[in-house]
Nanobody, 123 residues
Framework: QVQLVESGGGLVEAGGSLRLSCAAS????????MAWYRQAPEKQRELVAIISDRGSTNYVDSVKGRFTISRDNAKNTVHLQMNNLKPEDTAAYYC?????????????????WGQGTQVTVSS
């Protein structure tokens, strides 16, 4: 069983900072790309940032220069440092990871989701 557990959300004033963390645990063979998504009320879930297993990163335009995604491969964790937060960043943030597991001698890979953590930015 594989789990992704997020932490670090909360309430912050505009211009403030938060750091989200997500830890993968369980019977993991390999962790591939890891990403953060967010979903605001009545909006579709959107990809915020993604990092490959080799450290290549990509961001949605609205957070470039303010957010930084990083990972610790030894601990199967991914972080999202969010600076200069804006009210429009308010959303539930979800961690996603492509994780390989071994079942019956066969390696399989699928995407896993965390439970989400709320980020609220007040104006």
């Amino acid at each position: 069983q594989v789990q992704l557990v997020e932490s670090g959300g909360g309430l912050v004033e505009a211009g403030g900072s938060l750091r989200l963390s997500c830890a993968a645990s369980g019977s993991i063979f390999k962790v591939g790309a890891m990403a953060w998504y967010r979903q605001a009320p009545e909006k579709q879930r959107e990809l915020v940032a993604i990092i490959s297993d080799r450290g290549s990163t990509n961001y949605v335009d609205s957070v470039k220069g303010r957010f930084t995604i990083s990972r610790d491969n030894a601990k199967n964790t991914v972080h999202l440092q969010m600076n200069n937060l804006k009210p429009e960043d308010t959303a539930a943030y979800y961690c996603n990871a492509d994780i390989s597991t071994v079942v019956g001698g066969t390696v399989g890979v699928r995407g896993y989701w965390g439970q989400g953590t709320q980020v609220t930015v007040s104006s």
